[in-house]
C-alpha cells in the first residue's frame, strides 16, 4: 500500500512485469522497499480500476 502526497492510500498490482529500482536506478527486488520509504510508481489502470505498477523507484 502507498499513501499519497494528500493522504490517500494506493494498492497497486505489482506483476513479474514490474520494474523496481533503488535510489540509484539499480534494480532490487520487491522486498528491499520497506517501510515509511518513499517511492515513485508509474501505473496504469486497468477498465476494472485496478492500478498495475509499471515501474516503482525509491526516491532519493
Known amino acids: 500500500m502507498v499513501t ?6 494506493y494498492i497497486f498490482l505489482v506483476k513479474s512485469t514490474t ?3 533503488d ?3 539499480k534494480p532490487i527486488n520487491l522486498d528491499k522497499i520497506v517501510k515509511d520509504k518513499t517511492v515513485i510508481v ?3 489502470a486497468t477498465k476494472e480500476g485496478v492500478l498495475e505498477a509499471k515501474s516503482i523507484k525509491i526516491k532519493a
Not at 4 to 9: A, E, L, P, T, V
Open 19 to 21: 520494474t523496481i529500482y
Open 23 to 25: 535510489a540509484n536506478w
Open 42 to 44: 508509474k501505473y496504469t
Open 4 to 9: 499519497g502526497k494528500n493522504g490517500q492510500k
